[in-house]
């Protein structure tokens, strides 16, 4: 099919285009999920189609208008039918006058033509039935589950247990001669037991709320999770909870461990960094950004402690990948370093607003049929190279609060006013964990927050997380993301209880 | 492929099947042209069908998806779904729906103009959009968006039900030049149109209600957090009701117990009902769900006291429990189970103009941003931001206000409602394919928290 793709690049090429992407995708999906014995949902989802992006000349400018079309199918017919499309809706949004000096036709920075392939390393398929059946991964949530009930005892309410598996062949070809061959893999899964106690409820989830754990591979990350093996203590602590005091409200020390500070990075870090977004492009509906590009290398986006970086190459992660959708090299880029604002997670578009030699490679879409914009790869706090672990952090902190997994998110449309909410906390008296506190919150402004951080773990507690379902784009695409990250320490928090 | 020829396709793949098996299919053509800057930023056109296979041995039921639609690609989904439904222990279920009860009555809003509606078209109605808002020295951004959509159920029990509707979108936001949106110096104007003509008539209007309600957000000031009465339009509205329909309105989260539905529950003397069917205020109507259940206005919350969850056939066994609530087959937000997409604020009896007027000294809210409802489920505990468009009010005049946090338990915010317009408006979800019909809504004491 890749002679297909790039035959047809070449002919939109040929009809006037200054630039054709043809992308051919086939998508697989399975969900499992159990809650209280029972199956609660369990689906093969499968799906393929050609999406093709043009870009179109502006009369009488340099640069382009993008238009994208999208067909279901895998035959010639499908394909000639989203290119022809293609090529008219480019055509009419080329045709859309321009009002202001901020509306500039497309130029894209430059890329070298790429010619290769790239698959996720998988030891467990899980699409294959021999190794990954349907009725062996039901046992081990229905274990899971079972386990969270047992060790719950009679204030145990309800139980669940859920894997998702993702496999997605990607075939991309440009007019200027790229032609990548990609299959990746995403798999993972988690586990929750919520517990009641008269009018009070509580839940834990393990290892964090919504995706659970979920990574690059097979079934293998799955099993990685030990979801049995942690069972009593979900269930212990989510017990405790029912008992607990609400965290009180003020002003302290606050550490994130790893599964929230997770969220932390994606909202507060790698959505502001979206280059589109500080363009001002997604303003419609996701909102913009307060990392303005006239801010580039000029803003002090947090504490010298601070390094941030768009990294597609890391091992196991949800952003890793060979090639970006607009066949562009997976690569490593800091955004911010010691602090200071260095960097846009960036399309061949906007790094060439931002007079950018190359894009950072940052370009993806949730499938076939939705079209390619800039989203998060793997966006992860740098560990401090001799950095603490989480109990070293503990132990040099005398007054605080420990925050665990997430539960609540909320942030403005600028990503500058947020406020996460956790499942738990821990009170942190004379640099020991003291008692569990019901309902945390915190708040704060983004660089006031990012500022405040005089702590960075080591590479010890590293660990790289992964969100399936970063949403963004109109219509509403879902994107796999990485975010990794060791515990981190911050300064005067506003905290509370929700 | 239209709805009827959709349908005649899963026919023909049941034809001769055994066992208990259901197809729904949901097919779509969708253009959308987004802008921002002055200029559009994306433009597309995605057609699509999604054809789900369920296959029921007993009480274990198995699905697969495809948007494959040949016979022999619907008969393969078949014969997998019947694997993995051999592959699990019995649960719960209450069979496939067996087409007795009659399809409900839904105006069948088909445009056929807006189906001819191709980028062209778009970009033409965007050039008047962008000379009314950009034009004048602010910046556009938004959507135009046209669909066309089709429906259709097929089950071995004989179950034949089909549907099409057309729609448009159009959002326009507008942002005064240099001044960030978060300052409270943009605004959003938006609506659902059923047909072309209509969308191409109102145009105009969106886009001017964004730039004047813009040019009056300039200099916004600061408003100190804490309590304030607020009127909320129906887009602010809009964010609320979806966070309660995702975390309390549904079977599941009855059944966890972290609904706020109880026995005990007193919410004010708000009416809150899902309406699939009557198209009122232009809501698009809908006359089954992907289970080819039957569509039925269920009230949920009635005059503050609980009411009806919304469930399907996998959250309970007694069909006659069952409300039409299946969450469509390609929304994967809402694939944690059944929620209610078209909810209805009941209309109240005040004009809009008069609740500004007995708003008094408060805050007028456009729109909400982000809002998140998990903080504690069982008090509909959220908190979100105000934006594009936050106004102090007093003694009849309004200011532009910076915008602000709130943290707010919604079912205690709903004793405090003081007045409920008769307008209402139809909002669409950023989220999911949910849509609301909302009213102005006047509250006493909400708390904003920074």
Redesign the interface.
């Known amino acids: 099919m890749a002679a297909q793709l790039a035959d047809a690049a070449r002919r939109l090429r040929r009809a006037g285009a200054i630039h054709a992407e043809v992308r051919h995708l086939s998508d697989e999906r399975r969900q499992i999920a159990v809650r209280d014995g029972r199956v609660e949902r369990l689906f093969l989802a499968r799906s393929s189609g050609f999406g093709v992006r043009v870009l179109w000349p502006v009369t009488g400018q340099p640069g382009g208008a993008w238009g994208f079309a999208a067909r279901a199918g895998d035959d010639e017919a499908s394909l000639g039918a989203a290119c022809d499309e293609a090529l008219n809706v480019a055509r009419a949004a080329a045709s859309v006058k321009r009002f202001g000096p901020a509306a500039p036709p497309v130029l894209l920075a430059e890329e070298e033509t790429h010619v290769g392939s790239y698959a996720t390393r998988v030891e467990i398929d899980p699409f294959d039935e021999t190794v990954a059946s349907v009725e062996s991964v039901l046992a081990l949530l229905d274990a899971a589950t079972r386990a969270l009930l047992q060790h719950g005892g009679p204030r145990a309410r309800t139980a669940s247990a859920h894997t998702t598996s993702r496999r997605q062949r990607k075939l991309l070809c440009t007019s200027d001669g790229t032609s990548v061959d990609q299959t990746l893999v995403h798999s993972g899964g988690g586990m929750r037991l919520g517990v009641e106690d008269g009018d009070r409820v509580a839940h834990r989830s393990y290892p964090m709320d919504l995706d659970g754990g979920v990574g690059a591979g097979g079934l293998e990350v799955l099993n990685r999770l030990d979801l049995v093996g942690n069972a009593a203590r979900v269930a212990d602590e989510a017990l405790s909870l029912l008992d607990a005091p609400l965290c009180p409200a003020g002003s302290t020390t606050v550490i994130l461990d790893t599964p929230q500070l997770a969220l932390q990075i994606h909202e507060s870090c790698g959505h502001p960094t979206e280059a589109d977004r500080a363009f001002g492009e997604e303003v419609s509906l996701a909102g913009a950004s307060f990392l303005l590009p006239e801010r580039l290398g000029r803003f002090r986006y947090g504490s010298v402690h601070v390094n941030l970086t768009a990294d597609s190459v890391a091992d196991g992660g949800l952003g890793t990948f060979g090639w970006d959708d607009e066949g562009v090299a997976a690569r490593r880029t800091p955004l911010v370093a010691r602090g200071q604002h260095v960097g846009y997670l960036t399309s061949r578009e906007t790094a060439s607003r931002l007079g950018l030699p190359r894009s950072g490679g940052c370009v993806r879409a949730e499938s076939w049929n939705r079209v390619p914009i800039v989203r998060m790869v793997n966006v992860s706090l740098e560990p401090a190279p001799n950095g603490p672990s989480l109990d070293e952090l503990i132990a040099d902190t005398s007054d605080g609060v420990l925050m665990g997994c997430n539960r609540s998110w909320s942030i403005d449309d600028l990503r500058l006013n947020f406020q996460f909410g956790c499942e738990i906390a821990w009170e942190l008296r004379g640099g020991k964990r003291g008692r569990v506190l019901r309902n945390p919150v915190y708040g704060g402004i983004t660089p006031r927050f990012w500022s405040s951080c005089d702590a960075v773990g080591g590479p010890a507690d590293y660990r790289l997380w992964g969100l399936w379902s970063c949403g963004k784009g109109d219509p509403m695409q879902l994107m796999a993301v990485g975010h990794g990250c060791a515990p981190a320490r911050f300064r005067d928090v506003t905290v509370g209880a929700g | 492929m239209n709805h009827e020829t959709l349908l005649a396709r899963l026919h023909d793949a049941l034809a001769g099947q055994p066992g208990e098996i259901e197809l729904s299919a949901e097919g779509s053509r969708?253009g959308?042209?987004?802008?921002?800057?002055?200029?559009?930023?994306?433009?597309?056109?995605?057609?699509?069908?999604?054809i789900?296979a369920r296959v029921a041995l007993g009480k274990?039921?198995?699905?697969?998806?495809?948007?494959?639609?040949s016979v022999s690609s619907l008969r393969q989904a078949i014969a997998?779904a019947g694997h993995?439904a051999a592959?699990?222990?019995e649960?719960?279920f209450c069979g496939f729906d067996d087409g007795k009860t009659p399809t409900p009555v839904a105006t069948s809003q088909i445009d056929p103009a807006l189906c001819d509606a191709?980028?062209?078209a778009?970009?033409q109605l965007?050039?008047g959009v962008?000379?009314e808002v950009?034009?004048h020295g602010l910046?556009?951004?938004?959507?135009v968006?046209t669909g066309d959509q089709q429906l259709a159920v097929a089950t071995s029990t004989g179950c034949r039900r089909s549907f099409r509707r057309t729609e448009a979108r159009l959002?326009v936001?507008a942002?005064l030049?240099g001044q960030?949106?978060?300052d409270g110096a943009?605004a959003?104007a938006g609506a659902m149109f059923g047909s072309w003509a209509e969308l191409a008539a109102r145009a105009p209007s969106v886009a001017a209600d964004a730039r004047h309600t813009a040019e009056a957000s300039r200099s916004p000031v600061a408003v100190p957090p804490g309590e304030h009465d607020v009127l909320l339009e129906p887009s602010a509205v809009a964010e609320v009701l979806e966070w309660l329909a995702l975390i309390g309105f549904g079977a599941r989260a009855v059944?966890?117990?972290?609904t706020f539905l109880s026995p005990t529950l007193e919410a004010g003397r708000v009416t809150l009902y899902d309406d699939p069917l009557a198209g009122e205020d232009g809501c698009p109507t809908l006359p089954f769900d992907a289970e080819g259940t039957p569509k039925r206005r269920v009230v949920l919350l009635d005059a503050g006291r609980a009411g009806q969850a919304a469930s399907d056939r996998?959250t309970t066994d007694d069909a006659s429990m069952l409300t039409g609530h299946a969450a469509s087959i390609v929304d994967?937000?809402s694939?944690s189970g059944a929620v209610p997409q078209h909810l209805h604020w009941a209309a109240g009896t005040d004009e809009v103009a008069d609740l500004e007027a007995r708003l008094g000294k408060g805050l007028l809210v456009r729109r909400f941003?982000?809002?998140?409802?998990?903080?504690?489920t069982?008090r509909a505990?959220m908190?979100?931001?105000t934006?594009d468009g936050l106004f102090s009010v007093a003694d009849g005049k309004r200011t532009a206000a910076r915008?602000l946090?709130w943290?707010e338990p919604i079912l205690s915010a709903f004793s405090r409602v003081e007045g409920v317009s008769r307008e209402r408006r139809v909002v669409s979800s950023?989220?999911?394919a949910s849509v609301f019909v909302c009213p102005w809504v006047l509250i006493r004491g909400w708390h904003f928290?920074?």
Do not use: K
């Open positions: 969708t959308t042209t987004r802008f921002a800057g002055g200029r559009t930023t994306q433009s597309g056109d995605v057609e699509n069908v999604v789900q274990r039921v198995g699905a697969v998806r495809t948007n494959a639609l997998e993995l592959q699990q222990p649960g719960r191709d980028a062209v778009r970009a965007l050039d962008l000379e950009s034009g910046d556009a951004a938004g959507l968006m959002d936001i942002a030049r960030a949106a978060s943009s959003r059944e966890d117990g972290s996998l994967e937000i694939e941003h982000y809002v998140n409802g998990l903080l504690d069982r505990l908190t979100g931001m934006r915008n946090r943290t950023g989220l999911s928290t920074s």
